[in-house]
T-cell receptor, first 117, second 109 residues
Framework: GAGVSQSPRYKVAKRGQDVALRCDPI?????LFWYQQALGQGPEFLTY????????KSGLPSDRFFAERPEGSVSTLKIQRTQQEDSAVYLC???????????????FGDGTRLSIL | KQEVTQIPAALSVPEGENLVLNCSFT??????LQWFRQDPGKGLTSLLL?????REQTSGRLNASLDKSSGRSTLYIAASQPGDSATYLC????????FGGGTRVLVKP
């Protein structure tokens, strides 16, 4: 497809389980971002990749959260030992050039809605 | 923690009325300010991007202004339509986007 694709769209897990969320960015996009959006809130930054390099992971809330992009395209966000407060929509975005450059739009996927029971 | 604030959190107007959405930010040294629209269950769609050197941007019925001295941006939507019902988010642009909490808009026919 032409846009950012995220899978699964919905994920329900029991507390304590590990989950993996996938993001397929637009082909050729160098930068990839993960955001967490709690119900009724704006998205909050989690982490940023430029190609395969994770340049900023300051937004990851704990060491239970781990993201990778080994070949500089598809990215996976993994959450270990999930807790109820991890319930949120996880959004992925990609952009063509390096982050911070003027007029480089971020294209968002539709997100994965994660519910922890 | 939140550096970007949007008030009100929700807004309901009759069709045809003009919409005024407010965004305030604490860091005056912003790069750019961007407005997004989010429909339920969907990702974000970019509406307008105002560079830090600009004062406003316009696209169709949408106009966004930026006042760095007061730390405010305003999104105006003229002659609102039911299809404008959505959540509108403003974000400060740097290496990452820092979002406000959003304003949920309902335009009643």
């Amino acid at each position: 497809g032409a846009g950012v694709s995220q899978s699964p769209r919905y994920k329900v897990a029991k507390r304590g389980q590990d989950v993996a969320l996938r993001c397929d960015p637009i082909s050729g996009h160098v930068s990839l971002f993960w955001y967490q959006q709690a119900l009724g809130q704006g998205p909050e930054f989690l982490t940023y990749f430029q190609n395969e390099a994770q340049l900023d992971k300051s937004g990851l809330p704990s060491d239970r959260f781990f993201a990778e992009r080994p070949e500089g395209s598809v990215s996976t966000l993994k959450i270990q030992r999930t807790q109820q407060e991890d319930s949120a929509v996880y959004l992925c975005a990609s952009s063509f050039k390096k982050a911070g450059r003027v007029n480089q739009p971020q294209h968002f996927g539709d997100g994965t809605r994660l519910s922890i029971l | 923690k939140q550096e970007v604030t949007q008030i009100p959190a929700a807004l309901s107007v009759p069709e045809g009325e003009n919409l005024v959405l407010n965004c305030s930010f604490t860091d005056s040294a912003i790069y750019n300010l961007q407005w997004f629209r989010q429909d339920p269950g969907k990702g974000l769609t970019s509406l307008l991007l105002i560079q830090s050197s600009q004062r406003e941007q316009t696209s169709g019925r949408l106009n966004a202004s930026l006042d760095k001295s007061s730390g405010r941006s305003t999104l105006y939507i003229a002659a609102s339509q039911p299809g404008d019902s959505a959540t509108y988010l403003c974000a400060r642009r740097g290496n990452k986007l820092t979002f406000g909490g959003g304003t949920r808009v309902l335009v009643k026919p």
